[in-house]
């Protein structure tokens, strides 16, 4: 498609006139031209079922494609995609549009639906027809501007008018090459013109008063051209703002008219980086904050495009607004998918609502959100300093989100996917990302976790610091603050050891005090057993990872809270239950694509950004960072080095394949937990969200924690966000440098890689 929108084509339900559509075919920013042997078609896939795959016209990278009168069956939008194969049959590009059907009137002939599959002479027959009618209309404009110019002195403004009348529809032919209704228009138009010019050598005064109507004519027809012929001109606001609003329904009607030409009908990867490819609303989303230096303040303003936006957390019970979610750049889906092993690209068999199975708990591969690709600026303005993010490279200061760059050449993908929940254990005993698992901890470190999801294969890993930088930058553009606990603050404030109070065997449920059962969350997840150490395995002998699923009154002093378990328990008074990373999948049930189940801010649940899973009461330590802990001249300073590829992460070391970070923290030599004042950027890892500063307090800045150890020459794993002990200091940007490499521990947990795991390097 063109550069910029993706076009919007409207048309008259029941349309007979056979009108022609001009695509001109960009791919990464290039002409994409089509050789001779492949095969190019409009196919769509009506609202019945019924389908439209008529053949089109090629000249170069442009394509004239037939709006049939199949196609304008059903009002409303659907998506055409010109589809182009090769000889085999293979789809390899598809290019869409949308075709808005406009209501016919009550009295307007109808006609039955029907599979449609035109032959390409009569295409061919079609666009011959509308090119000879625009060449005809240029003539004719011509001839009317002659004898305009002819005209005495006193019909010079007839002239003038006729003159502005034939370079309308000179303009109108360009837009209309393709359109043989809207030639005819222009042709008239152009008549009109002419007729007029001849009224003005004999009556000048009458004469301008023609020529008037005939460039009003001459400009209304080059108007229906416009709204008609597919082009970025044609894309109204408003036609903007209602087709990113069904930006899902529009992936799944163009995935239904195309999937039929795919290789593996199980992988519809290649139909949303198409489908991706072609949405751009020319928009720059922007936030900007003081530097702490200004103002320690952690709210900021939005900019540009994102000035008048609103968004508001959710819950399960009340939906907030956001007006974020129906814009293609923000609408997340959640997918099921796996990670190729020869070109390390996603393959996705399912989309929630779209297309295919998708079973959040019981995947074929890994759940995980899919979301269009950005480009993020960072800039500083002084005493400020500011992000901006859009759908394409809007100058040479944007990078792509390191998600979307592919490790096979390089290039930038359309779309990016980011795991959508914690880790946990499937039912063949791997490691996963699904819905309804216990949160696996006490086994995940950086070490540990190399070989853990080398199980899926050796395009697998955990975590990026990539996916960690993501859900910071899209909390920044679209709440304006720095730190995600204005919001939702996470689970954070949920460390609680209580003793059972009254013994019960064969039940599914504990007896609690009141006052100590009040404290717990419905839907959070509790360990039964002895004492509180709870990485010690007699803390979760009796139930591990039991849901809370109601709390109800026992006596006037106990309350039973009942738990979700497969079987009764036996527990006596010397027993004790430890609040415990919550379960993934928790926030499944929120009313939105952000939000905590029942409170975003008691500090005691997690919470959902972009329908990313987040906080859940563990830390996730990164699989592709390692800290290096350095004293050199004096000066001690921790620097991330960073590794681009699953295959080439080292255990225990910093290998080969990594680079470092292009700034280092020079904390204070005392370790310890200090708050986030700033993070640098450097934009060869834009989502790296290292800090550079540590200068704020727990109100103050991006009110994220970051443990800085003393040590040095050693190295450290990245412990992201936090754990449910942590208070005000777990965060989104909250990290942890204290621990060795191979730590594991009860409050440690991990995450699958999306696209993140597997990356290239960005030529700038």
Not at 190 to 195: C, L, M, W
Not at 264 to 280: G, K, R, S, W
Not at 416 to 444: E, F, N, P, Q, V
Not at 552 to 578: C, F, P
Request: proline residues 3%.
């Amino acid at each position: 498609m063109a550069p910029g929108l993706a076009p919007v084509v409207n048309v008259p339900q029941y349309d007979t006139k056979g009108r022609v559509v001009k695509v001109n075919l960009v791919s990464n920013s290039a002409a994409y031209e089509i050789e001779s042997d492949f095969e190019v078609h409009a196919v769509m896939s009506k609202k019945d079922g019924k389908s439209v795959n008529n053949p089109c016209v090629v000249d170069g990278s442009t394509v004239y494609a037939v709006i049939s009168k199949q196609m304008t069956v059903f009002e409303g939008r659907q998506m055409v995609a010109i589809s182009i194969t090769n000889n085999s049959d293979v789809e390899l590009k598809a290019f869409p549009f949308v075709l808005n059907v406009i209501r016919a009137p009550s009295d307007a002939e109808s006609y039955a639906s029907e599979d449609e599959h035109l032959a390409f002479e009569t295409a061919y027959k079609k666009v011959l027809e509308a090119k000879t009618a625009a060449e005809n209309a240029a003539e004719a404009a011509a001839n009317s501007a002659v004898a305009a110019s002819n005209s005495e002195n006193a019909a010079g403004d007839s002239a003038n008018a006729a003159k502005a009348s034939a370079s309308n529809a000179a303009a109108s032919e360009t837009k209309s090459k393709t359109n043989a209704g809207a030639a005819e228009r222009s042709a008239g138009a152009a008549k009109n013109s002419k007729d007029a010019a001849e009224q003005a050598r004999d009556d000048a005064s009458t004469s301008k008063g023609a020529a008037a109507s005939s460039a009003q004519a001459a400009s209304a027809a080059l108007a229906g051209v416009q709204a008609i012929v597919a082009g970025n001109e044609a894309y109204t606001k408003a036609e903007s703002d209602a087709y990113f609003m069904d930006v899902r329904r529009s992936l799944a009607l163009y995935i239904a008219a195309t999937k039929n030409v795919l290789a593996d009908q199980n992988d519809v990867a290649p139909l949303c980086e198409n489908f991706f490819a072609a949405l751009h609303d020319g928009k720059v989303y922007g936030v900007e904050f003081y530097k702490h230096s200004t103002s320690p303040a952690s709210a900021g303003w939005k900019t540009r495009d994102n000035a008048a936006l609103v968004c508001e957390p959710s819950t399960n019970s009340k939906a907030g607004r956001d007006d974020y979610v129906k814009r293609a750049l923000f609408c997340p889906f959640n997918v099921d998918y796996t990670i190729d092993a020869e070109t390390l690209e996603p393959k996705i068999s399912a989309i929630e609502g779209v297309f295919g199975t998708y079973n959040a708990k019981a995947p074929a591969g890994l759940i995980g959100v899919m979301q269009q690709g950005g480009w993020v600026r960072y800039y500083d303005a002084g005493s400020s300093f500011g992000y901006e993010y859009a759908d394409e490279r809007v100058s040479s200061e944007f990078y792509p989100l390191e998600a979307t760059v592919k490790a096979s050449d390089n290039s930038v993908r359309s779309f990016m996917i980011h795991a959508k929940y914690a880790a946990g254990y499937g039912a063949d005993g791997k490691l996963g990302s699904l819905s309804g698992a216990a949160c696996a901890i006490r086994t995940i470190s950086h070490n540990s976790q190399i070989s853990m999801w080398k199980q899926r294969g050796a395009q697998y890993c955990g975590k990026s610091y990539a996916d960690g930088g993501f859900v910071n930058l899209m909390f920044w553009l679209k709440y304006g603050d720095k730190a995600n606990a204005s919001k939702m603050q996470g689970c954070r404030s949920y460390a609680y050891t209580y003793a059972i109070t009254v013994a019960q065997t064969d039940a599914k449920s504990v007896i609690l005090k009141k006052t100590d059962a009040a404290n717990l969350v419905v839907g959070s997840a509790i360990d039964v057993g002895d004492g509180s150490d709870r990485q010690n395995a007699s803390s979760y002998a009796v139930a591990s990872s039991a849901v809370v699923l109601s709390i109800e009154a026992y006596d006037d002093n106990n309350s039973r809270v009942n738990l979700d378990l497969t079987a009764g328990i036996t527990t006596t008074t010397s027993n004790k239950i430890n609040t415990i990373a919550w379960r993934s999948g928790s926030c499944d049930n929120v009313l939105g694509v952000d939000g905590s189940p029942t409170n975003c801010t008691s500090g005691k649940e997690p919470f959902i950004i972009q329908g990313i899973e987040c906080m859940v009461g563990a830390y996730e330590v990164y699989a592709d960072a390692i800290f290096k802990l350095e004293s050199a001249d004096g000066v001690f300073k921790i620097t991330p080095w960073i590794c681009k590829k699953a295959s080439e992460i080292t255990n225990n070391a910093i290998g080969s394949a990594y680079k470092a970070l292009s700034y280092s923290l020079t904390p204070p030599t005392s370790a310890g937990w200090r708050y986030i004042s700033s993070m640098g950027f450097d934009p060869a890892h834009p989502c790296a969200n290292f800090p550079d500063g540590l200068d704020a307090n727990s109100n103050t800045g991006y009110r994220a924690g970051f443990y800085s150890e003393n040590a040095t020459n050693a190295l450290r794993e990245w412990r992201a966000v936090g754990r449910l002990g942590d208070g005000p200091g777990a965060a989104l940007g909250c990290a942890s440098s204290c621990d060795g490499l191979g730590d594991a521990w009860w409050n440690i947990s991990g995450r699958a890689c999306g696209t993140a795991g597997n990356r290239g390097e960005f030529a700038a």
